[in-house]
C-alpha cells in the first residue's frame, strides 16, 4: 500500500490586516522555492472555491511534493526553506501543516 | 492562471472511540466512490506523517479530482455521495473540506 512520493499540504489562513499584495508576494516567493531546493519535485497552489462551506476559514492551500521522506525532510531544513518561513510566520491567523504517503485509487478499484 | 480540473481536500481527526476498523470501512467506501460516482475521476488518501507537529489533530487526508467545479457539484449531489456522508456523519471530531483549482509551478518557473 502507499502511492510514489510524499505530500506536503499547507491550509492556510491570513490575518485579517494582511493586504493582498503581501500575500501575492508570499505565493511568488513560496512558489520561488522549486528553483531553490532541489527536492522540491513540484509545487501547487489555489484558493477555496467554497462550495460545501466547511473550509473552517481557510482561504489558500500550497501543495509540495517530493520523492520521499528524505526529500521533504531535507526541504524542511533547507536555508532557503526556513529563511521563507521565517519572514512570513508573523501573517498567519491559522495554519495546518500535513504531509502523508498518497495511496492511489483509480477505477476500476 | 489556475491548472487543470478541481481538487476535493478533506481533512479529518475521528473521535477517539472510533475503531480502525470502522475507520478502514470508511477509507474502503470512500474509496469505491470512484466506481459509482463517474465526474469523480481520481481519489487517493493519507495518513500524517507527523514531520512538522503542526496537524492540528488531523490524522487522514482524502483528495479527489475532478475535471470541472461542475463535475465536483455532480459528485456532491449525487445521492451515493450523500448517503456515504450520511452514514458517517457521527464519526468525526473535526472536518477541513477545501476545493481549490490548482495552479501548478514546475522547476523552472
Redesign the interface.
Known sequence: M??EG????V?AKFKDDVSEEKINEFIKNY??L??LIEPL????????????N???G?SH?F?SSFES?QG??EF?SDSHHIAFGKSYASIFD????????????????
Chains 1, 2 share one sequence.
Open positions: 502507499g502511492g510524499v505530500k506536503h499540504i491550509l512558489s520561488d522549486v528553483n519535485k513540484a509545487f501547487q497552489w489555489g484558493t477555496e472555491l467554497s462550495a460545501s466547511m473550509d473552517q481557510f492551500v501543495e521522506v521533504l525532510n524542511v491559522k495554519l495546518v501543516i500535513f504531509d502523508y504517503n498518497p495511496t492511489i485509487i483509480s477505477y476500476p478499484n
